[in-house]
């Protein structure tokens, strides 16, 4: 399955940013689908993770309240609705997935992303 991640760019502070992430040659059905996102000089942390089948979302302290994970099964995508956005948000955000009906913020669970989308959240 290959994973494409898009909707990335400039947003200002309390803006909103939606990035996307496309599952080509498979599907999101029974998977775990996490969001993760890397800033220039720190390690990749997980943001966000839902459970296909069972809908149960995690979401990381730094962004509880203001982003929302969601997926369109028949469109085969997974979607990050990225809230009230601060200078510290601004990361490349990576997407992956991988089959199973659990969460989990721990990017070592995932084994397979995207190329990733640049998110810069400037004034």
């Known amino acids: 399955v290959q994973r494409v991640e898009s909707g990335g760019g400039l947003g200002q502070p309390g803006g909103s940013l939606r990035l996307s992430c496309a599952a080509s040659g498979g599907t999101l059905e029974d998977h775990a689908i996490t969001w993760c996102r890397q800033a220039p000089g720190k390690e990749r942390e997980g943001v966000s993770c839902?459970?296909?089948?069972?809908?149960?979302?995690l979401y990381a302290d730094s962004v509880k309240g203001r982003f929302t994970i969601s997926t369109d099964y028949a469109r085969r995508t997974a979607f990050l609705q990225m809230n009230n956005l601060r200078p510290e948000d601004t990361a490349v955000y990576y997407c992956?997935?991988?089959?199973?009906?659990?969460?989990?913020?721990?990017?070592?669970?995932?084994?397979?992303w995207g190329q990733g989308t640049q998110v810069t959240v400037s004034s």
């Open positions: 992956a997935t991988e089959p199973g009906s659990w969460v989990s913020l721990n990017v070592g669970d995932f084994g397979s």
């Open positions: 839902i459970s296909s089948s069972s809908g149960r979302t």
